[in-house]
Each structure stands twice: as structure tokens, then as C-alpha cells.
């Protein structure tokens, strides 16, 4: 199951790049059950049926029935099941019930989604600009889902006792131990960060504008499972020194001593995986940790997390295409880079800063101006994309965003310091 570097699909024409992203999300529910694809396994996860269907009412409801006269919705009682947090598109199922809906079966989401494509299909070449526009944006909105379709179903094969792999072939490299840390020092000053409106970006990633970096080093890769093991073995999950209060409260209550999906077998380290249980890598970048968990290692290292314009600045001269994604033939472990510094792929990586506009930002008019901007309190700015992150979505300006307790995306670390 380990995905060949492939060309990016976010330059395909339309239609192409449609029929691409629709396919990918079929690929990946293929090997799941009507079972697999319904249940709920936490309010934060969405059963996979529900990320095929969601993805695809996204379709009808913002084109189809918006730009298409004489669309007939697929089923009119479904939009409530469906729309996710739109409130411009009235009264919706509960979030955290996702997981009673085991009518439509997966298959009928599956004809659902054929509907959809057909439509879609027919009306591509007879759309205008600004229904063009919503197209690029639920393609990249369904890549989205894609990853979150990923570690939705780790999450909840996590719960089954059995362990069961999703796929359960070997899918790693074995890869030498990274050296040391090194230390990329920029200049300091004033930099530009965030997107120019050439290309297609999410509206929270602009305006690009100035920024003031203070003299500090950012590391040249991130840190490494056998790196969070000393930290653990150190005792840093006992070390109320290391930890914000909202995160030693969190450690406290939820009883935190490792990494979600570490588990110790035998007097060693294992972890969770796409491929089932296996011992950690001591080389592989660590993840599934929490903004709390990176924050209190980077205390305990002695540095601290990068702001994310420090990220971007750093981040904006390397190719984001390079670096272990998600291609056609689904998801692949973390690994630790060949060669860095690598700042794409393999894991989300914690930055210090809250999610908030940037100067100058304004959501969009109507129900897709609720895209972004109403999320931006209280989370978290992440950055890099992972390896569920279908190849070619992140960009250096891609901003992700989390609560600081949330842990089951790939979510990493990379340090930085002050000089
Ligand atoms: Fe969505």
C-alpha cells in the first residue's frame, strides 16, 4: 500500500481534477464494511459513510442545486442528515449522533454519490466562473476529508480489541536514525507570509502581509519517537514544570502518559497503526500528540514551538509536493526524512500561534464564508500537512487548526529558539 511519488492533481483541468478527488475518497472507504463505515467512535471523529455523503452534499447543495436549474435533489430528507456546521443551511443532525445513522446504508451513500457525479459530470461545461470557483473549493474540501476519513478509522479500529489493520501490508522503509538536530538560524526582521491569490488557497491563508521575526533557530526536522521516549522515560509526564496549566489539568484528568496509540507490550513501546499494532520506530517522527503534550516536551528540551510565521518563513523556499502523502494508493506511515530539511508531509506540526485572521482577512459572502473564519477561537495553527494528507493539498501557506487537547490527526513537533 505504499504510495509511489506521484504529480501532484491539484493542476488537472476541472472535470479531471474532479473525477481524481472523487475517486480517491471511494478508494479509500473500499476496504471497509457497511459496519466499518457507520459507527462513531468519539463526537470529534464522523463515520466514513457520513464523509462520503457530507462531501457530497457539499456538491449538490453549492452547485447543483445553486447553479443548476432544474436539479432535483438525490433525496430531499437528506441535507439534514448531511450538512456538517452551515448554519446559512438551516437545522442539521448532531454532530456527536453521526453515528445512528445506519440508514442510508453504505451502499445507497454510494449511489448517492453517483448521482452526484453524474450531475456533476453533465453540468461542468456549462457553469460560470463563480460555480467553477465552488467546484475547486469542494474538491479541496473533500481532500480534507480524506485525511480526516483516515484517522477517523484509526481512531475507531483503535477501539476494536482485535487491532484490526486497515491495511495491513508493510508499508514502511526501514530508514537509518536521523542525527542531531540542526539548527536553520534565518536572518531575523521583517518577512511576507501568507498566500498571494494565485493559486487556490482557503480564505484564512491570506492576506499576505509583514511580519516581524525576532532573532531565533528552527529545526531542521521533527522530532523522532525515540526522542518522545526519553522525554517519557524522564519523567516528563509527571513534571507539572513543563506543563501549561490547561495541559497538566488535561494530563491529570485524563490520565496522559504517552502519545494516543502508545502502548507498552513487553517492556517496550508499541503503537497503533493503519497497519495495525506494531513497536515504534525509534526513527520515525513522532505523533499523535497533543498542542499540551508538544508544548511541554519543547519546555523539557529547552526550546519551544515556532510561531507560524517563523514556520512559513522557513518552510516558504522548499517544495511542498516533496514529502511522504497520501497519493492513490492511500496513506503511508510517518517517516523520517532521507534528507532535510524537510518541512512537508509526515506530520502536522504544532506551531506556538492561536488561529486567528490575518490582517486584513474577510470571509466570503453567503454559506461558504462559514468555511473558515467562525472557527478561529480557542484552536491552534498547524502546519505541513501529514502523510493522510492527500499530495499536493498543503502548501506553505496552508494553515491547519486544532484545540489544544486534540491528538488523533498525525498530528508532530518541531522545535525552535530563541537566539
Ligand atoms: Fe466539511
Not at 12 to 19: C, G, K, S
Not at 194 to 210: I, L, S, T
Not at 250 to 258: D, F, Q, S, T
Not at 327 to 353: H, I, L, Q
Request: proline share 7%; net charge negative; charged share 20%.
Amino acid at each position: 500500500m505504499r504510495a509511489p511519488a506521484a504529480a501532484s492533481i491539484q493542476d488537472q483541468p476541472l472535470a479531471r481534477r474532479y473525477e481524481s478527488v472523487r475517486a480517491l475518497s471511494l478508494a479509500l472507504a473500499a476496504p471497509l464494511s457497511d459496519a466499518d463505515a457507520t459507527v462513531q467512535s468519539m463526537p470529534d471523529a464522523s463515520p466514513a459513510k457520513w464523509h462520503l455523503a457530507h462531501t457530497t452534499w457539499f456538491f449538490e447543495t453549492f452547485v447543483l442545486r445553486d447553479s443548476v436549474p432544474g436539479y432535483r435533489l438525490h433525496d430531499e430528507r437528506w441535507p439534514f442528515l448531511f450538512n456538517s456546521y452551515y448554519e446559512a443551511e438551516g437545522r442539521r443532525h448532531a454532530r456527536d449522533r453521526r453515528g445512528m445513522i445506519t440508514r442510508p446504508t453504505l451502499d445507497e451513500v454510494r449511489a448517492y454519490r453517483a448521482h452526484v457525479d453524474a450531475a456533476m459530470a453533465a453540468a461542468l461545461p456549462t457553469l460560470g466562473d463563480d460555480a467553477r470557483a465552488i467546484v475547486a473549493l469542494g474538491c479541496h474540501h473533500e481532500e480534507q476529508h480524506q485525511e480526516l476519513l483516515v484517522t477517523d478509522i484509526l481512531h475507531l479500529f483503535s477501539e476494536n480489541p482485535l487491532e484490526p489493520a486497515l491495511w495491513p501490508a508493510a508499508r514502511k522503509v526501514p530508514v537509518a536514525m536521523p542525527g542531531p538536530v540542526g539548527w536553520i538560524s534565518p536572518s531575523g526582521g521583517i518577512a511576507t507570509i501568507g498566500h498571494d491569490g494565485g493559486a487556490f488557497a482557503f480564505d484564512c491563508e491570506g492576506p499576505r502581509h509583514e511580519v516581524l521575526l525576532t532573532p531565533h533557530a528552527i529545526a531542521d526536522r521533527t522530532v523522532t519517537n525515540g526522542e518522545w521516549a526519553a522525554f517519557i522515560a524522564d519523567g516528563g509526564y509527571a513534571d507539572a514544570r513543563h506543563w501549561l496549566s490547561d495541559g497538566w489539568a488535561w494530563v491529570k484528568a485524563e490520565g496522559i502518559a504517552a502519545p494516543l496509540y502508545w502502548e507498552q507490550r513487553d517492556g517496550a513501546w508499541t503503537r497503533f497503526g493503519l497497519d495495525g499494532r506494531r513497536p515504534i520506530d525509534p526513527a520515525a517522527p513522532v505523533t499523535h500528540v497533543s498542542f499540551f503534550e508538544a508544548d511541554a516536551y519543547a519546555s523539557w528540551a529547552g526550546a519551544r514551538l515556532p510561531t507560524e510565521a517563523e514556520w512559513e518563513a522557513a518552510a516558504q523556499t522548499h517544495d511542498a509536493n516533496i514529502g511522504h502523502f497520501m497519493d492513490a494508493a492511500g496513506p503511508v506511515e510517518p517517516r523520517p526524512a532521507t534528507e532535510g530539511p524537510a518541512f512537508f508531509g509526515d506530520v502536522w506540526e504544532w506551531t506556538g500561534s492561536a488561529y486567528r485572521p490575518y490582517p486584513g482577512f474577510r470571509a466570503a459572502e453567503g454559506a461558504v464564508g462559514e468555511y473558515n473564519g467562525k472557527f478561529m477561537s480557542g484552536q491552534f495553527v498547524l502546519r505541513g500537512g501529514s502523510c493522510a494528507t492527500p499530495r499536493g493539498h498543503a502548501r506553505a501557506s496552508y494553515r491547519n487548526f486544532f484545540y489544544p487537547h486534540q491528538r488523533w490527526q498525525f498530528t508532530g513537533v518541531r522545535l525552535a529558539k530563541d537566539l
